[in-house]
């Protein structure tokens, strides 16, 4: 793909190890731009930016920053961070991930914006994977591993983009879409926007700046999405209507409007539903890591609405079978607001372990106890450990019973636990 004539010969990114900003700067690789950039520690992300051309260095430092045209950095970095520190002192500009991939967007003519409390980025995937099974070649930022890529994001070589955006910084808002899909609109979030309404008016407003937008039916999306004058809401129902391998019913949800985007593009709607048929899911969507006498399963839900929504699927996929959940929250913000509703949807499983709660480098404990959630949860084993790792997998497998299916949930540091069960799964077998 050409470069579009892109004002930018030379970005840094701070923080470029996120899903996100290593999406930003592959498609930017991709575009011949020079991206180097620093994040707190070694991982897939950056070996995989490395060997497309990025030069990346672990460890923030100021002199990491060497001449940019542009800093951009992620909703985590703080500013006593160096290198930010250092941008701001030497004058030069800076976007939050999110405004850059607003600022990026407008040099594809059409552009496909993904938005949702729940979903966007299976939506995305669904929406990518539609296009490329059909003959296209679009670019594409995915905010999630997709087995089936070699990469979450690609510049492409045509002149659609399709890209999940972000509600959780507000940055949504600065999009400026040809076509807009928003899921579903929840509160998750509200409290880093300004609150409810202003997390509202942030999906208002990214829906005013589409010219067309594509909504699931809710009374929330109806309420803030009616006067849009290029709007169609998507109803499924409660019937399984589309042959997936991916299980849920929101799943079915997600397929449906992944489908009728698809449709919008140009695409043939007996191949956009051949293709998402084959669709394999995201890395962490109810990812099956062991299957033996027990399953492990691990899944990325951090929010009530989709710890309900796994189990249910679960339920569908492995009827009859004991399901057994281990649960890290993910920041003490949703422990306080949200307690009684994960206990309600973890009382759908048979035993549930609730363990410590990932704090996402934030220091507000005091802002709740987890051990709410179990205060919360109604008939069924439940208990709290806080166990390291290494002996929580001993005592889930010492425990394990043949035909348990163990979810592991969580967006937190709770994937540490599943190499570990899963090894020892395999020395019992």
Not at 282 to 301: H, P, W
Not at 307 to 318: F, K, P
Request: hydrophobic share 45%; net charge negative; with cysteine.
């Amino acid at each position: 793909m050409s470069r579009r004539n892109l004002p930018w010969n030379n970005l840094h990114f701070i923080g470029i190890g996120g899903v996100g900003m290593t999406g930003l700067a592959l498609i930017c690789r991709d575009l011949g731009v020079s991206v180097r950039g620093s994040d707190k520690a070694a991982s897939k992300n950056v070996d995989l930016l490395r060997g497309r051309g990025a030069e990346v260095v672990v460890g923030h430092d100021a002199a990491h920053v060497q001449n940019p045209d542009l800093v951009v950095y992620s909703s985590a970095v703080d500013s006593d961070n160096p290198e930010y520190a250092a941008a701001v002192a030497r004058g030069l500009p800076l976007l939050l991930r999110g405004e850059f991939l607003a600022a990026l967007a407008p040099y594809w003519p059409t552009v496909v914006s993904i938005a949702g409390s729940h979903g966007k980025t299976t939506v995305t995937a669904m929406l990518t994977h539609i296009l490329l099974q059909t003959g296209h070649r679009p670019g594409y930022l995915i905010g999630g591993a997709v087995p089936s890529l070699a990469a979450p994001a690609a510049a492409g070589a045509g002149a659609l983009l399709v890209a999940e955006v972000d509600e959780s910084d507000g940055t949504q808002a600065a999009m400026r879409s040809s076509h807009a899909i928003v899921i579903n609109v929840g509160d998750d979030h509200c409290w880093s926007v300004g609150g409810e309404a202003a997390l509202r008016q942030c999906f208002q407003t990214f829906a005013c700046n589409a010219a067309e937008l594509l909504c699931y039916a809710t009374d929330a999306t109806h309420a803030l999405f009616d006067d849009h004058p290029n709007v169609t809401f998507v109803d499924v129902g409660a019937a399984k209507v589309l042959d997936l391998l991916v299980p849920g019913h929101h799943n079915q949800i997600n397929a449906t409007l992944a489908v009728r985007q698809a449709v919008k593009l140009g695409v043939a709607e007996s191949a956009a539903l051949d293709a998402v048929g084959s669709f394999q899911g995201v890395d962490r969507r109810l990812s099956l890591r062991y299957s033996g006498t027990v399953d492990v399963i691990e899944d990325y839900a951090h929010h009530p609405s989709e710890v309900e929504a796994g189990i249910a699927a679960l339920r569908e996929h492995y009827v009859g079978r004991p399901l057994r959940i281990v649960f890290q929250p993910h920041r003490f913000e949703r422990v306080a607001r949200y307690a009684a509703d994960f206990g309600r949807a973890l009382s759908a499983a048979d035993d549930v372990i609730v363990i410590p709660t990932f704090n996402a480098w934030l220091d507000d404990a005091h802002l709740a106890d987890p051990r709410a959630i179990i205060g919360a949860i109604r008939g069924v084993p439940v208990r709290y450990c806080d166990f390291d790792f290494e002996e929580l997998a001993s005592e889930l497998v010492s425990t394990a019973r043949d035909g348990d299916v163990i979810a592991i949930m969580g967006a937190g540091t709770v994937t540490q636990l599943t190499p570990l069960l899963t090894a020892e799964l395999a020395t019992t077998e």
